[in-house]
């Protein structure tokens, strides 16, 4: 694989062997912090969006197998505040760096980027599109948690109109066997265009009551306050779905709860002591699908 743009790129054996390899480096991190196969490779972080997970777990994974960084965090700093345009950019970075991490506001960034530039480019989120490194670190999420993935009752809740993890995820889930349940409000329903390329037809409500109770896998965004054209309109759902421990009390006693994060109120922070609070278990286990990623890219 020379850049890794979409979750289009993988199929059910190099799901495999991401997951294999993430599982890897999950137990040299616990066993030895790391290693140094990356010593004097760089990679650099372009992040023209805010972030806090995805651009401190692909440092860290670079730092784990002994790389370094250079980390363009707010672009505004850098020369794009005079008009230099992403193609330049991401040519002047792989002249530096053996990879490059980016996200964008524009869906089709990373594509522009790859187009260019000398050194693999992993789409760490392309505005409203994907964000497969996500996805990624979701299903593996879920095998760490279930042990497997097909034969689960999948709920993806929230913005489902504008959240790209779910965009990524619910493609990705094409390569297993899922019961899919979409809970959304109208406004915010999942693209239909998206839903056409579902092999996993999913059942659709706005009231979470409908599906909850067969639940293994429950999904939780964030409604995706930067794509929303007022305020008022971004008010009016804001607050649409709110986990807490009445909804627990109605799920599965071995479900799990996952959230790509961060979460603004949909998830109560009483659920977290819950055993079924995954999703802090899910970010830990971005480091590890990071590092098998970077590994995939520009290892031997
Ligand atoms: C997500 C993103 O940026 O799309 N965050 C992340 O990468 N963990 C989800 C979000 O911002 O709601």
Redesign the pocket.
């Known amino acids: 694989m020379d850049h890794i743009l979409s979750v289009d790129q993988f199929d059910r054996d190099s799901l495999d062997k991401v997951f294999a390899s993430a599982q890897a480096m999950r137990q040299l991190v616990t066993t030895s912090h790391g290693d140094s196969r990356f010593a004097h490779r760089i990679s650099a972080n372009l992040f023209y ?6 651009s401190s777990s692909f440092a860290a994974a670079m730092q784990r197998l002994g790389g370094s960084v250079i980390s363009i965090n707010d672009v505004h700093y850098s020369s794009v505040s005079k008009g230099e345009t992403l193609e330049d950019t991401v040519q002047t970075l792989g002249q530096y760096a053996d990879v490059i991490v980016l ?1 964008h506001p524009e869906v089709g960034a990373a594509k522009r980027a790859a187009a260019v530039s000398n050194v693999p480019v992993i789409n ?2 392309d505005g409203v599109g994907e ?1 497969p490194t ?1 996805a990624l670190l979701d299903l593996f999420t879920i095998l760490a948690e279930k042990g497997t993935i097909d034969g689960l009752t999948i709920t993806l809740l929230g ?1 489902l109109k504008n ?3 779910v965009h990524s995820l619910a493609k990705l889930l094409n390569h297993y066997n899922v019961q899919l349940r979409f809970v959304a409000p109208a406004s915010l329903a999942f693209p239909d265009d998206l839903a056409a390329e579902l092999t996993n037809q999913p059942e659709v409500s706005e009231t979470l009551d409908d599906f909850v109770g067969e639940t293994d896998i429950l999904y939780v ?2 409604v ?1 306050k930067e794509r929303f054209a007022s305020e008022d309109e971004y008010s009016s759902v804001k607050d649409s779905y709110v986990i807490d421990t009445n909804t627990l009390a109605k799920m599965k006693k071995d479900a799990a709860i996952l959230h ?3 979460r603004v109120n949909e998830i109560h922070p009483d659920v977290d002591s819950d055993p079924r609070a995954a999703y802090f278990r899910q ?1 830990q286990n ?1 480091l590890f699908v990071r590092m098998a990623l970077i590994d995939m890219l520009i290892g031997k």
Request: aromatic share 0%; charged share 25%.
């Open positions: 969006e805010p972030s806090t997970r995805t996200r760490a989120g964000h996500q913005d959240g790209r993890t965004t964030r995706q790509p994060l961060p970010m971005g």
